[in-house]
């Protein structure tokens, strides 16, 4: 018995006993020592432990779990949520699209505007993510609030958590999207917008506020 051994130190060690180790679950047959000489428990074959989950569970013979599909490869491209929160009416609003520039930024913008008179100037708060800003090469963000009386409100640089929508943010993720596996875009997108009509018409809900008066204070 050894308290500490190098890689190199255990190559050397293996080759000498002439036991060579090939393949994960090789290791996990042996037998995991114990007390006072007695063989201690082993753990569930590598194999096994990968399809369970790792995890216990109160009943012994329950089926294991499905795992979720990996992600890191979206053959099917993302998706871009724009979303705007109306602070005067508490409701939530929010349009998918494929691409996230200052042409949907500004699709929002008039469907934003035509709920409002045009002689009531409204304002948009939004953070300086480049599809908001009105730059030297392209001022159809600002033209198009001018002639419309919108007033583009942005949010210091770093600090797009003072915007109210980001606990709302936080809610559509905790109510719809944690712990979910769609197979399609339309299946998630379906998801979104069935939750954005819920929370318009369960706005006072005390789980929901819950979660949105505990994300503001973080």
């Known amino acids: 018995m050894v308290d500490d051994i190098s890689h190199e130190g255990l190559r050397i060690l293996l080759r000498q006993g002439r036991r060579l180790f090939s393949t994960p679950e090789d290791v996990e047959d042996l037998p995991r020592p114990g007390l006072r000489g007695q063989e201690g428990p082993r753990r569930a074959p590598l194999r096994d432990r990968r399809q369970r989950g790792g995890g216990k569970h109160k009943d012994p013979d329950r089926e294991p779990r499905r795992r979720r599909r990996a992600t890191y490869n979206r053959y099917g491209g993302v998706r871009h949520l724009f979303a705007a929160l109306d602070l005067a009416k508490d409701r939530l ?3 998918i699209k494929p691409v996230k520039r200052r042409t949907q930024f500004l699709e929002l913008c008039r469907y934003l505007r035509t709920l409002y008179p045009d002689k009531v100037r409204i304002a948009i708060v939004c953070d300086n993510f480049s599809p908001h800003l009105t730059t030297k090469r392209c001022q159809r963000v600002g033209t198009w609030a001018a002639a419309n009386n919108v007033e583009i409100a942005y949010t210091p640089t770093n600090s797009s958590w003072l ?4 606990a709302q943010f936080t809610a559509l993720r ?4 944690d712990g979910t596996d769609h197979a399609t875009h339309k299946e998630q997108g379906s998801m979104i917008r069935r939750y954005i009509t819920w929370r318009n018409r369960h706005a006072d ?4 506020r819950a979660v949105v008066d505990r ?3 973080a």
């Open 215 to 217: 994300a503001n204070v």
């Open 93 to 95: 609003y929010g349009h």
């Open 163 to 166: 915007n109210r929508i980001e």
């Open 205 to 208: 809900d005390r789980h929901l």
């Open 174 to 177: 905790y109510f719809a999207l």
